[in-house]
């Protein structure tokens, strides 16, 4: 059964159509559909190559072309592009031109993608292609660049391999003869080939063995839903044990220096230390993150540790802690002011992730109708309404739309909610097929154009961190240490202490089955299960 994207949000805009018929496809240009041959996509990306028009789609298809074709069908494509274009022709000048173009579309992929070239049959298509290159005079400046790539080949490792088209060709083939014929053959019976994704071709092969149990993992959305349920003792006392007492007595200690160190220094060295995270983030980890459902001992060793995800989640639990360590309504209010005068100056800073991992915490420790709220908006209204504000820009009505636009229009550097772009594509994936069910032979560029635009999205963040500079900032260890601390809460410590134990109000506190459901700045909670596995970051 043909699949359909999610029915809301401009993440998910492009809708998987029926293929269409021969007639429409003669007037309308590939580039204007969602479905394409592999033949259509190589002759489009060579064509750009030369022309410059589009360099999105050339930067698009070299990020996810893995997922269904081999690099060295596009290298045999390349190499009968260039024996094309030796053939006589009304303007020679232009011949030589495209073919320094497509030399350079080729220099562009080797410095974006060196570890493509050491996939299965691909060396022996890149000496060829060098070979060609070298014997024309006018090209020989590219030859001395890439031949000493040529001998790197042997220490590279490919990291896209776990969720990557896998060629059916032997290691020592040898890709073609020298002769033109011999090369327009292989080129053919490879796009043959090539063309059909794993998907499509494992009709023809044994069924994959049954996925291997996950291990369970630490929700990787700090605003993702919670169900907290508790239930007050019988005497209206919270019975703690020794070791939560010590524990408690630690987070007042941290809580008190805390309030004592500048907001500001504080912000920083979050940044500081979340920035690191977020430009180690390659771009194969998270389309393997997408792609595939690993079991967590088979996590590739390339994923950054501690994980981006690990320390957004961490931020968010050290905030809760730091308002939950409180007995009474009145200390958590006066903790909650010192915690959103931090996240005041993270929204300065741009650091979308660790806003978002503020808000989640002190959502995550109160409750609708919790008088620590109520004292916290008498005492601070202008700091209700920047904590409502940010709510506001968090929510995922229309997508998160409201955070897309602020996102587009942040100048300098940036550190975005890395859970919205994640689930973006993870929807995109899910919801579309990557060759059409009743023709395999049509590949879905649609869905890969577009996430090819997400994934640009945080790398264009990435780069302006890199080129800014604005996130340098002296190490704080003591602050540092701070976020550290060992003494922050567990989910479960977090529900037990949700109610106070001592109120501000006369008389018991009543037994409470408090649900946290609160999906307007969260995901969905079927999705949860997922995040935990995928963001692994």
């Known amino acids: 059964m043909q699949k359909s994207p999610a029915s809301s949000g401009e993440a998910l805009d492009v809708v998987v159509d029926p293929p269409p018929n021969k007639k429409e496809s003669k007037e309308k240009d590939t580039s204007s559909r969602p479905w394409a041959t592999l033949d259509e996509l190589l002759d489009k990306l060579l064509f750009l190559a030369v022309s410059g028009d589009d360099p999105t789609y050339i930067t698009h298809f070299l990020l996810t072309y893995r997922r269904f074709a081999s690099p060295r069908s596009v290298l045999l494509a390349m190499q009968l592009r260039l024996r094309q274009l030796d053939q006589p022709s009304g303007d020679p000048m232009f011949a030589c031109f495209a073919q320094m173009r497509i030399c350079h579309l080729l220099e562009q992929w080797i410095r974006d993608y060196p570890y493509d070239f050491k996939v299965r049959g691909t060396p022996s298509a890149l000496s060829a292609l060098f070979k060609s290159i070298t014997s024309k005079t006018y090209l020989l400046h590219y030859g001395s660049d890439f031949l000493p790539f040529h001998e790197m080949l042997p220490n590279l490792v490919d990291k896209d391999a776990v969720w990557a088209h896998k060629p059916d060709y032997p290691e020592d083939e040898s890709d073609y003869d020298d002769d033109e014929k011999s090369a327009v053959l292989t080129i053919s019976s490879t796009h043959s080939s090539d063309s059909l994704p794993p998907s499509a071709r494992s009709a023809s092969k044994p069924?994959?063995?049954?996925?291997?149990?996950?291990?369970?993992?630490?929700?990787?959305?700090?605003?993702?839903?919670?169900?907290i349920a508790t239930q007050a003792p019988p005497n209206g006392v919270q019975q703690e044990s020794s070791d939560h007492r010590t524990?408690?007595?630690?987070?007042?200690?941290?809580?008190?220096?805390?309030?004592?160190?500048?907001?500001?220094?504080?912000?920083?060295?979050?940044?500081?230390?979340?920035?690191?995270?977020?430009?180690?983030?390659?771009?194969?980890?998270?389309?393997?993150?997408?792609?595939?459902?690993?079991?967590?001992?088979?996590?590739?060793?390339?994923?950054?540790?501690?994980?981006?995800?690990?320390?957004?989640?961490?931020?968010?639990?050290?905030?809760?802690?730091?308002?939950?360590?409180?007995?009474?309504?009145?200390?958590?209010?006066?903790?909650?002011?010192?915690?959103v005068e931090i996240a005041q100056k993270l929204r300065g800073l741009n650091n979308y992730s660790a806003l978002r991992a503020f808000v989640a915490g002190i959502n995550h420790s109160t409750f609708p109708g919790d008088q620590t709220m109520e004292q916290f908006k008498a005492k601070s209204p202008d700091q209700a309404k920047n904590l409502q504000s940010w709510d506001v820009l968090l929510q995922q009505i229309r997508s998160h739309r409201a955070y897309r636009l602020a996102l587009r229009n942040t100048k300098g550097a940036c550190i975005p909610a890395l859970e919205v772009h994640m689930s973006d594509l993870i929807r995109a994936h899910e919801a579309n097929d990557d060759v059409n069910p009743s023709d395999p032979s049509k590949i879905h560029w649609g869905k890969f154009n577009m996430m090819g635009r997400f994934i640009n999205s945080t790398t264009q963040c990435q780069a302006q961190c890199r080129a800014v500079g604005e996130y340098n900032f002296p190490p704080r260890q003591h602050i540092s240490d701070m976020l550290n601390a060992k003494c922050i809460m567990n989910d479960e410590m977090q529900k037990s202490r949700i109610a106070p134990p001592e109120t501000d109000i006369d008389g018991p506190s009543p037994p409470r089955a408090i649900t946290r459901d609160n999906p307007s700045i969260g995901i969905k909670a079927k999705d949860i299960a997922k995040m935990r596995t995928l963001f692994s970051w």
Request: one cysteine or more; a neutral charge; hydrophobic letters at 40%.
């Open 207 to 227: 069924a994959p063995p049954p996925p291997t149990a996950f291990r369970e993992r630490k929700g990787s959305l700090p605003l993702g839903n919670k169900l």
């Open 247 to 339: 524990q408690l007595k630690e987070l007042l200690k941290l809580a008190a220096d805390v309030n004592a160190t500048d907001s500001d220094d504080i912000a920083q060295e979050i940044t500081r230390l979340e920035v690191k995270l977020f430009l180690e983030i390659e771009v194969a980890s998270a389309l393997a993150s997408v792609y595939l459902s690993f079991p967590a001992e088979k996590i590739p060793p390339r994923i950054p540790s501690p994980c981006f995800n690990d320390f957004s989640n961490r931020l968010a639990d050290w905030v809760a802690s730091l308002i939950l360590c409180h007995d009474k309504a009145k200390t958590r209010a006066k903790q909650i002011e010192k915690i």
